[in-house]
């Protein structure tokens, strides 16, 4: 739906569709820039009985603003990278797992960064 020509069109088809949930950034490479273009808000406007849920970049700082523009819902990967530097992997060596070529890397969820925003959500 955010590579739509126009979001908004897209938007009021969806729940003709069957559709009940939408993950848009508002029609732009992050939420904040969605909410800053006024798609976002906009969306939500039109959205009918299909529930808004932003995300794409979400930042703590934008969960005030989105739940100001009515978002019904707010996605965040709320992750961290975690390393193994090669001089303690097996052999010396290192696979790239898409991140730092001379780490063995992986995301994990950030706990704290999750009860920050739970308590944003809660505060807006």
């Known amino acids: 739906m955010d590579r739509a020509a126009d979001p908004v069109a897209a938007v009021t ?3 003709g569709l069957g559709v009940t949930r939408v993950l ?3 029609g732009s490479s992050t939420v904040g820039a969605g909410l800053a273009s006024g798609v976002l808000p906009r969306l939500v406007e039109v959205a009918g009985d299909v529930q808004v849920m932003a995300g794409g970049g979400v930042q703590l ?3 005030p603003a989105l739940v100001a523009a009515g978002v019904d819902a707010v996605h965040l990967s709320a ?16 696979v790239s797992l898409g991140t730092e070529a001379s780490t063995d890397s992986w995301f994990e969820t950030d706990h704290d960064l999750v009860r920050a925003a739970r308590h ?5």
């Open 13 to 15: 088809a969806l729940a």
């Open 24 to 26: 848009t950034s508002g």
């Open 61 to 63: 700082g934008d969960v």
């Open 79 to 94: 992750k961290r990278a975690r390393a193994v530097r090669a001089s303690s992997s097996r052999s010396g060596t290192t």
């Open 120 to 124: 944003a959500l809660d505060q807006a």
